[in-house]
């Protein structure tokens, strides 16, 4: 009882509030009343680590701000039977959080202690901050700022198409996409097309490679593909044909031109003078351009085979 009583006393508990060590032991004191130590914690003038805290204080910790915000507390927050994915939001967004080691050998050790945990402390620590990414991957209430944050600092996994869920908003899909931690394929690619996602640029290669599989794919921002020398020109040269019935005449002009197709082809679009005197090789690519010239009107079906040699 004298204990409860000395928290009362203002001298004693002043003293106390910014003490880690003091702070540890009053919690940890069985004859002080959780009523003294819940108001105790919303008093606390620093933020304590979770390591050896009783967990039935944890939600307090967590909601009255009073934890360092670095991910060794967030995960052992995680793993404890009173996580709240809410309350855990709420306070990465009013606290931010800390990407730093995730634990010292010393804190490692009391972690797999506090959980009985097995095995290798580094791997199952990581296994558990993977799944707490997997849980705020999608938390559109974190703000904008906090989700670039945090994510931009723990780059060590890619995200599928499976692990986004159809909610989650435009800025936090553009988030992933500009930190480069989307694992591409054809499901991704719709999404993000879907949900006019700038993704292509610095993943030419690999949206390429997707495209050639899959010929029924659109992607908006295709002329970033096209203008990459990292690229073949071959290969260049044929999606700029696949995705010639979706360019406007001046985008199929300049493409023409850079990416060195007969200047002839040019001249044939653009009824230059005398355009009808123009041959070119018999080539598949020719062809296709032509057929495509044909199906717009440009020229005649009587024409087309007049235009190769």
Known sequence: MNDNFELIISKKWNHKLDDTKEI???LSNVK???SFKLYFISELKIKIDLIGIDTIFFDALIINSK???VLKNILIYKESNLYSRNKLIEFINKNGLVINSIFSKEESKSFIEMNQLEGEEQEYTYEIADLLFDDLVNSNQLHDDKYKEI???YNLKQYTRENLSND???????ILSDLQLLEFSKEMIVFLE???ISYVEGNEQEIFDILKENNDLQVEDFQI????????LDDRKKLFISFINVMNSNLIESNLANLNFEPKLISIMNHTQNFFNNRVEDNEENRLILEHFQDK????????EKFFK
């Not at 989650?168 to 553009?174: F, R, T, V």
């Not at 009107?297 to 087309?304: A, F, R």
């Open 24 to 26: 540890q032991n009053i």
């Open 168 to 174: 989650l908003d435009k800025e936090k899909i553009q």
């Open 32 to 34: 002080i009343f959780n």
């Open 297 to 304: 009107s440009i020229i005649s079906e009587e024409q087309l």
């Open 151 to 153: 994510f931009g600092k």
């Open 194 to 196: 879907q949900n006019h």
């Open 67 to 69: 934890v360092n915000p």
């Open 225 to 232: 593909i096209l203008d990459s020398t990292q690229i073949s």
